[in-house]
Every structure is written in C-alpha cells, then in structure tokens.
C-alpha cells in the first residue's frame, strides 16, 4: 500500500513538537495577517523553521527503552 511509511517509530520522536509548533506558527500567522504585523508573521515563520529542525535532531532513547519494555524488537 502506497500510503503506509517504512519509517521506523523511532523517526516519530520528535512528532508532538513538531505539531504544537506547526499549531502555534498557524495561530501567528493568522493574528499577523489579521492585525497585518509584518514582525508577527515573521515569528511564525522562525517558528515553522524550529519545526523544520527539529526533523534533523536525532530520536531520543526514551522512545526505544518504552518499545523494549513493552515488548517490541526495535530493528
């Protein structure tokens, strides 16, 4: 199937960041639409890119000692 990922859980570590961050850069954007602030839509943009980051920090291994204690095999 197409839209099933090959990635390994491990690459979602970072998932919960990355969407409160997308969330909070959507808010500012709209409010610096809305009150058409060029600085505020700016923050949001350095927030989007925080988000962006976060994609090359690696996993940490809370995630892979949760997968073992439940009694998964990470590969």
Do not use: C, Q
């Not at 409160?20 to 959507?26: H, P």
């Not at 602030?37 to 350095?46: H, Q, Y």
């Not at 980051?53 to 439940?70: A, M, T, Y």
């Amino acid at each position: 199937m197409a839209f099933l990922s090959s990635r390994s859980s491990r690459d979602h570590s970072w998932l919960e960041w990355k969407i409160r961050l997308f969330s909070v850069a959507a808010v500012l954007s709209l409010v610096g639409i809305y009150f058409d602030e060029r600085w505020v839509i700016g923050v949001a943009i350095v927030v989007l890119a925080l988000g962006m980051v976060l994609r090359f920090v690696p996993g940490s291994d809370l995630s892979e000692k949760e997968e073992d204690h439940n009694g998964h095999t990470s590969i």
